[in-house]
């Protein structure tokens, strides 16, 4: 059960602002879209099943297209060469759009400190959460989500027009 935003209650009526209310439809419908190229992969696969079921937070709509969701999970070791990959599904996901790096690979590199692998996704995209282990198990996968969720509920809708946006994506090379 979803809980109400901060507002005002009287005698048939609630209040409160629209940011709020799209806050919290948003985070309780996040499409996560996996981009899973090793083993932190199958941790998402346990993930997604019976037992830890991600569907809890309303997070069931897997999708394979980019223009479908708004969460891009990177899970796995990113070659340099996969680098390019990750930021054209990045650009071809509609605003608003998270990002969640999943084990030590994705977020660092992880043991792979080669001249094959990218040391970090956020080399290539910007990243909202980053979730550590090698692998993390499932619990941890669905602590990233939730605190997705937390940044999704008190994101302003007016956020992704800012020039503090705009200049973050600028630094990737974004427009
Ligand atoms: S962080 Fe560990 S488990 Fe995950 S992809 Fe890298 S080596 Fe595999």
Request: hydrophobic share 40%.
């Amino acid at each position: 059960m979803a809980e109400l935003p901060e507002g005002h209650m009287g005698d048939g009526f609630f209040a409160t602002s629209l940011s709020k209310v799209v806050g919290l439809a948003r985070k309780n419908s996040i499409w996560p879209l996996p981009f899973a190229t090793s083993c932190c992969g199958i941790e998402f696969m346990a993930t997604m099943g019976s037992h830890y079921d991600l569907s809890r937070f309303g997070s069931e709509r897997v999708g394979f297209s980019p223009r479908q969701c708004d969460l891009l999970m990177v899970m796995g070791t990113i070659a340099k060469k996969m680098g390019p990959v990750v930021k054209q599904v990045y650009l071809q996901m509609a605003e608003p759009r998270w990002v969640i790096a999943v084990g030590a690979c994705a977020s660092s590199g992880g043991i792979f400190d080669t001249y094959s692998v990218l040391q970090g996704i956020d080399q290539v995209i910007p990243v909202d959460v980053y979730v550590p282990g090698c692998p993390p198990r499932p619990e941890a996968i669905i602590d990233g989500v939730m605190r997705i969720q937390d940044l999704v509920e008190k994101e302003s809708i007016r956020r992704r027009d800012s020039d503090q946006y705009r200049g973050l994506l600028e630094s990737y090379g974004i427009q």
